[in-house]
């Protein structure tokens, strides 16, 4: 937190002195992705219920573009975070050599900024008033959903959805007696 100073009297006192700014600032790395095959995963593998794990091929990230290319919109609807020329079907009754967690994938960066800027008002010896302005997700930037991880699926190495929410922006008055 911290308080930002003012003149000390009147009525520009009253309202420019003793602010106070709150901020919460958060970076995220995106953790690993765990590509899958969910058609052939009962085929006799013994996986009781588990998934088929992929064989890699090729650089998953071999896309072209930044990450802002990166992302189905719907300018792009057949843009890639991964490619699926990365990875190959072991086949039916067959495991695959992937890791559980392919480490060479990860889902995007993620930041965030939340700041609170709020006054006290001291009205009499028992009283007080406080206003608060709220700004969540104050950049705007957006939260992902992931990454389309089955195989077979047609969203694979796609990200086509969002979540959370875009920028909040809130103004609260309490008056305590």
């Known amino acids: 937190m911290f308080r930002i100073p003012g003149p000390s009297g009147g009525v520009s006192g009253l309202l420019l002195a003793d602010w106070n700014l709150t901020a919460m600032v958060e970076f995220v790395s995106g953790p690993p ?54 990875f190959a079907n072991p086949g039916v009754g067959a495991y695959g050599t992937l890791a559980r967690l392919d480490t060479r994938t990860k889902h995007p ?43 077979g699926a047609q969203d694979f190495g796609r990200i086509t959805t969002t979540r959370g929410y875009s920028r909040i922006t809130q103004v609260t008055m309490r008056y305590t007696f």
Request: glycine share 8%; proline share 4%.
């Open 33 to 86: 992705i765990a590509a899958y095959n969910a058609s052939n995963s009962e085929a006799n593998l013994g996986l009781f219920g588990g998934l088929q794990r992929l064989n890699p091929v090729n650089n998953p990230v071999d896309t072209s573009g930044d990450q802002a290319d990166r992302i189905a919109t719907a300018d792009h609807p057949t843009a890639t975070w991964i490619s699926r020329d990365a």
């Open 109 to 151: 960066f993620r930041r965030n900024v939340d700041l609170v800027v709020s006054k006290g008002f001291d009205l009499k010896s028992t009283q007080r008033a406080e206003i608060r302005f709220e700004f969540l997700n104050l950049t705007n930037n957006p939260m992902f959903a992931g990454t389309g991880t089955n195989f």
